[in-house]
């Protein structure tokens, strides 16, 4: 079947189990064809295409509210709503998004791009629908490792105190982005391998059946049947929760999928479908990672599965040059130690964890937690490495400044993926860390320009006292291990290309230091460069040099304006009464799109064109 020829899902009414099987094998076909092209989330979708065919057969989307967590493994869900013509501009400028999206189509009910949101928007949905006194299925879709978090056991909660009617699809992989860890992981696996309640219901039923002692028994059992279903099934955690279980139920059969899902539309109150998934299913290569290697990728070759992009010689992504100068701290301090929050791979710590295993704690999707526990080490005597991606943090705000800061703890915080990210979009682009830790007592705030910076103010986190974020952004950059360390004094910034006939001064941080830097020489500019790597505390000798100068300055940030760095001097120098012409170019009080960096910078109005119009405009 062409896949893009789907318009709405109302065909699978009508068909087979033989025939939609077919269509799966359609489905992934076209998925890994398409991803080898634009990139995007493979092997979380590969491994939901029966289920997701299951789901619009068995309900009545856009009626019935389908909700996926995350959202990242809803391709098979725009496929089957008619999106499968707009699948080459996925995840490009103005093209459709990797996650669902509101004003992309009506079957989209939810949006989102971090985990364990589904549950608590689900119940919100289901209560008013009853408020409403209107009548539709809710089924939030949720991965075994978005249940385990915080958030999603605080919505089971309540889920099983209201007692609306709720479908529950736990998708269960045993893999987030790479393997889950924890208790509650553990747990699952049991029930993964108990048998099945529905089922052995069924068959004592066909056994008692058939003959009239059988039968007998059978009407005298309805007394226990609670109790039998309670030493089956809800010892486990659902049961704890007080919701009804059905399952386990393999993913890949689509009869079977139908039938419990058919089962699970018909009762009354909140049920749990338990379905087991292999993710990265069809396609050999993600069949066999347990890294999560392939979970995001980036354009590859479908027949080998060899990506078609490679990191320049010489040079290492920003994950790898904070986590290898990290792995060297730690060779020497033995009192340092790693925490992430299910992002192993993504933040490059697999060196550190191999090296140091008793040192590395892996969380799970527990970003506040995680924050808390560095608190707790660091309250002990040990020096923790927080790693945590920009837009994760967010999750983390409380028990950063209430664990953390309040109590002037020495926790480095690697802040990845800081400012915009391209293609995952708006809720991942790691644009707001600046103003959100800016504003909290006792931190200290910066961001490198390049490897060697990153490198000595990784020093630097680890010989002082307080807590001390460093951002770094997404992307590759040159590196060289530096053989002896440069200490660089807290608040300290450094201005390039100083003249006296300079007609303006631009202050920026990050990598567009020696970008800036970079345009001005090679176009002999009168312009002074300023690198302001730390965001609090700023130089204020510094503001002071340049407020006795008074050349015009360009506050030139690829963050948010609000609250950001532009903020700090401006405060500053109102609060000292010195006039200064200064010009801000940053990101306006707008959520930014998805798309090449190059777009979406142009269209945020934060391109270096745009700087150097500005400059122009001044000299």
């Known amino acids: 079947m062409d896949v893009k020829e789907i318009k709405d899902p109302s065909f699978l009414k009508n068909m087979s189990s033989k025939e939609c099987a077919q269509l799966a094998q359609d489905i992934r076909g076209f998925l890994v064809d398409s991803i080898s092209k634009t990139g995007g989330h493979l092997s979380s979708n590969l491994g939901v295409v029966e289920l997701t065919i299951a789901l619009h057969k068995v309900f009545d989307s856009p009626n019935d509210k389908i909700l996926f967590d995350v959202g990242h493994q809803s391709y098979v869900h725009k496929i089957l709503t008619g999106r499968a013509k707009d699948f080459a501009t996925l995840r490009q400028y103005k093209g459709i998004s990797g996650f669902q999206k509101l004003e992309e189509s009506e079957y989209d009910c939810w949006e989102a791009g971090h985990s ?24 939030p879709v949720v991965g075994d490792g978005s249940i385990a978090s915080g958030m999603s056991l605080e919505a ?22 790479s393997q889950n860890v924890g208790a509650l992981t553990q747990g699952f696996s049991r029930l993964r391998t108990s048998k099945p309640y529905n ?13 009239d002692i059988g039968k007998s028994v059978l009407a005298g059992m309805s007394a226990v049947k609670e109790k039998f279903k309670e030493s089956v099934v809800d010892s486990g955690l659902f049961g704890e929760f007080g919701l009804e279980y059905l399952g386990p139920v393999d993913g890949h059969n689509i009869k079977d999928l139908v039938h419990i899902l058919t089962a699970a539309k018909d009762h009354d109150g909140p049920v749990v479908v338990h379905v087991l998934t292999r993710k990265g299913k069809g396609y050999f290569p993600c069949e066999n990672d347990s890294s999560g290697s392939w979970h995001g990728v980036g354009p590859f070759d479908p027949q080998t599965g060899k990506s078609l992009s490679s990191v320049p010689q010489g040079k290492l992504s920003w994950s790898e ?43 799970g999707i527990a970003e506040e937690h995680a924050a808390t526990l560095a608190a707790g080490l660091a309250l002990s005597g040990k020096r923790p490495f927080l790693c945590i991606y920009s837009s994760f943090l967010q999750r983390a705000y409380d028990q950063i400044n209430h664990d953390i ?6 926790v480095v915080i690697g802040i990845d993926r800081a400012g915009l990210v391209g293609e995952d979009g708006a809720t991942h682009h790691g644009v707001f860390d600046i103003s959100i830790l800016k504003g909290l007592p006792n931190i200290i705030l910066c961001q490198p320009k390049d490897g060697e910076e990153a490198q000595n103010l990784l020093a630097t986190a680890f010989m002082q006292k307080h807590p001390f974020a460093i951002r770094y952004p997404r992307g590759n950059e040159v590196y060289s291990a530096i053989t002896a360390v440069n ?62 100068e008074n050349k015009p300055c360009i506050i030139y940030e690829t963050d948010m304006l609000e609250g950001g760095l532009g903020t700090s001097i401006i405060e500053w120098l109102c609060d000292h009464q010195i006039m200064l012409k200064v010009h801000r170019i940053g990101i306006q009080d707008k959520y930014i799109t998805h798309g090449a960096m190059n777009q979406i910078r142009k269209e945020a109005g934060i391109d270096i064109e745009t700087l150097f119009n500005k400059i122009n405009e001044l000299i």
């Open 405 to 410: 800061c309040r109590m002037d703890l020495p």
């Open 321 to 363: 040059i904070v986590s290898e100068t990290v792995c060297r701290i730690a060779k020497t301090n033995e009192d340092v130690v790693a925490i992430t929050p299910a992002m192993i791979c993504g933040s490059k710590l697999e060196k550190f964890f191999a090296a140091y295993p008793t040192r590395s704690f892996d969380c």
């Open 116 to 139: 364990s949101t589904a549950l608590s928007a689900a119940l919100g949905m289901a209560i008013a629908r009853d408020l409403n006194h209107e009548n539709y299925h809710v089924i």
């Open 199 to 211: 089922s052995l219901k069924s068959d004592m039923k066909n056994i008692l059946n058939k003959n």
């Open 487 to 548: 200490p660089i004094e807290i608040g300290t910034w450094t201005i390039y290309n100083q003249s006296a006939t300079a007609k303006c001064t631009v202050l920026t941080y990050g990598p567009e230091v020696d970008k800036v830097l970079s345009k001005v020489l090679s176009n002999n500019l009168p312009v002074q460069v300023v690198n302001c790597r730390f965001f609090k505390p700023i130089d204020s000798k510094m503001l002071q040099q340049l407020s006795l």
């Open 156 to 177: 089971l909660n309540q889920i099983g105190s209201e007692k609306k009617n709720l479908i529950i699809i736990f998708n269960d992989n045993n893999m987030s982005i």
